[in-house]
């Protein structure tokens, strides 16, 4: 089983990668570095709460791990 900590560190580098991709996205969308920035920010804000219960979910199923 992975801490929270790990859960938590894991979560913010990705949606920092994230962040940065739906920015130039965004910015590719709409041609402004403002509404791209925005865009980002609420699907970060999303993307980072949904991926953290999703992984603490998967923690707590043993089914597809050996146990050594």
Do not use: C, D, P
């Not at 994230?18 to 999303?46: C, D, E, F, H």
């Amino acid at each position: 089983m992975e801490t929270r900590k790990r859960s938590i560190v894991k979560a913010v580098v990705w949606n920092v990668l994230g962040l940065v991709s739906m920015t130039l996205v965004g910015l590719a969308a709409t041609g402004s570095v403002k509404a791209g920035g925005v865009m980002a920010l609420i699907n970060t804000g999303i993307g980072f709460t949904v991926y953290l219960m999703y992984e603490r979910i998967w923690a707590q199923i043993s089914w597809g791990r050996r146990h050594v």
